[in-house]
């Protein structure tokens, strides 16, 4: 780990993996700044919020890049997703009408949230059918961000105010979710 331009770095272990293994999008709230508590780029305490897992293929990237210009210092994010399959996109066309935060875990297990005070707009969805049997077939959607703070990595979703939907749920006609006693979901079979 780099502590500053005074030391040093040794030379570090193989043992990292690139990649991307889970993505959960929701819905950007603009919270107070005091409400989103970190420290240094741990994320502590976040408002408590619905997050959503999304399924994805290929190889995903988040790309962050440190900017200096008039306004200070900035760190530009983005991120591509490959949804699999051309179904009704009406869902998906969605993102392209509202700001999200994305939260990702990558291969070693490190979660990272991604637009954590401005958000990430989506920039483009394009639609791609394929040419052969193993070309992919489906959505890509791009999303962009600039923020004042770079990636904020998250030790716990839970302890930090996430609460994951499962995918599968049943729901009241007012929207409510049906929840037990314990505050379990009741899934159904699909799920």
Do not use: H, W
Request: aromatic share 12%; proline share 3%.
């Amino acid at each position: 780990m780099v502590l500053g331009i005074t030391t040093g770095r040794d030379r570090q272990c193989r043992d990292s993996q690139g990649g991307i293994e889970e993505v959960y999008i929701f819905p950007y709230v603009k919270y107070p700044r005091s409400a989103i508590e970190i420290n240094g780029s741990v994320l502590i305490s976040f408002p408590e919020t619905t997050i959503y897992e999304f399924y994805v293929v290929g190889n995903p990237t988040a790309v962050q890049t440190q900017n200096e210009d008039a306004g200070g210092k900035s760190y530009a994010q983005s991120l591509s997703l490959n949804f699999p399959k051309i179904e009704n996109g009406k869902e998906l066309e969605k993102l392209l009408k509202k700001d999200v935060r994305i939260i990702i875990r990558d291969r070693n297990g490190k979660y990272i949230l991604l637009g954590a005070y401005v958000g990430l707009e989506c920039v483009s969805l394009a639609q791609n059918t394929g040419g052969s049997k193993q070309d992919f077939n489906g959505f890509t959607a791009v999303f962009e961000g600039r923020e004042e703070k770079g990636f904020l990595f998250i030790e716990n979703l839970e302890d930090a105010g996430f609460v994951i939907m499962p995918e599968f749920f049943l729901m009241y006609q007012n929207s409510e979710i049906f929840t037990l006693q314990n505050n379990d979901y009741l899934i159904t079979q699909n799920g």
